[in-house]
């Protein structure tokens, strides 16, 4: 190969990529004259071989393309075919990149009935009993089973923690924002214990809309148990108001008048006299 490299003038490059009837030929001998289309480029594999491409007239593979690889051992050698294979092209529709099913697993995937073993090696769990120096006291408390089997590393619990604070409770939520205070001095939350009691808790308000949640202890929502609202009347009331209880009031009575004589008349008669 390193020899062919020194001595080629460029012919073995100009005959793999002239090679188009070749390739074509190949293409549809192997998927039929009308599933293979126009050409579309050549692309350089190595020093002896090229890759032609064709348009795939392949019903469902719309915008892939036939790939026909030749090759040639050298300038006085013919061109011959190496492989004939269906790639996407550019505008192909293709199927996501592969994720294992352990990894494709998100919350609330898993329904009644349903059951998910973790890994063997979960780094979010670590065994439960003692780990000491001693390698006595490990074996001992291995063997009278001491608590839980696993429990949550630390590596687990600063992973939860993360989850937790980004969630929907946790302190940059928009309900957190709004909030006239924080859950962490409400009297509804619940702290959590060991080295989590720090940061969260649950709520324990069946009328927040964390009730039952794992909440930060920054989240807070408008049921805190501080929270008081100054109840005033939506009626306007007047600044001077008058008690009519205390106020003596009397009739007024019609004035007496005799008949024919006007009270006009009446008064100005009492003037002259």
């Not at 090229?50 to 050298?74: C, D, I, K, M, Q």
């Not at 202890?217 to 306007?236: D, I």
């Not at 009519?244 to 024919?260: F, N, Q, R």
């Amino acid at each position: 190969m390193t020899l062919l490299l020194t001595l080629d003038d460029g012919s073995v490059e100009r005959a793999l990529a002239e090679a188009v009837g070749l390739a074509r030929d190949a293409a549809v001998e192997e998927a039929g004259a009308e599933q293979v289309g126009a050409h579309v480029g050549v692309s350089r594999e190595d020093a002896v071989s090229a890759s032609h491409l064709f348009e795939a007239n392949v019903p469902g593979y719309r915008g892939w393309r036939w790939s026909v690889t030749v090759a040639s051992a050298g300038p006085d050698t013919p061109v011959t075919i190496s492989e004939v294979v269906l790639v996407p092209g550019p505008d192909a529709l293709i199927a996501p990149q592969w994720v294992p099913w352990e990894r494709r697993v998100r919350a609330g995937d898993l329904g009644v009935g349903d059951i998910l073993p973790p890994d063997k090696d979960d780094p979010r769990l670590v065994p439960a009993y003692v780990q000491s120096d001693d390698p006595a006291v490990e074996e001992v408390a291995h063997e009278i089973g001491l608590g839980r089997v696993h429990v949550l590393s630390r590596y687990g619990r600063e992973e939860a923690a993360t989850r937790w604070h980004r969630g929907e409770f946790g302190p940059r939520s928009d309900m957190a924002r709004g909030a006239p205070a924080h859950c962490g001095n409400c009297g509804f939350y619940l702290p959590l214990a060991g080295s989590l009691r720090a940061a969260f808790g649950v709520c324990g308000n069946e009328i927040a809309p964390a009730d039952g949640n794992v909440v930060h202890a920054e989240y807070g929502c408008g049921a805190h148990s501080e929270v008081e609202v100054e109840v005033t009347s939506s009626v306007p009331v007047a600044e001077l108001v008058y008690d009519d209880s205390l106020l003596d009031t009397e009739p007024v009575g019609e004035p007496k008048t005799e008949t024919g004589v006007t009270p006009d008349a009446e008064t100005a008669s009492e003037s002259a006299e």
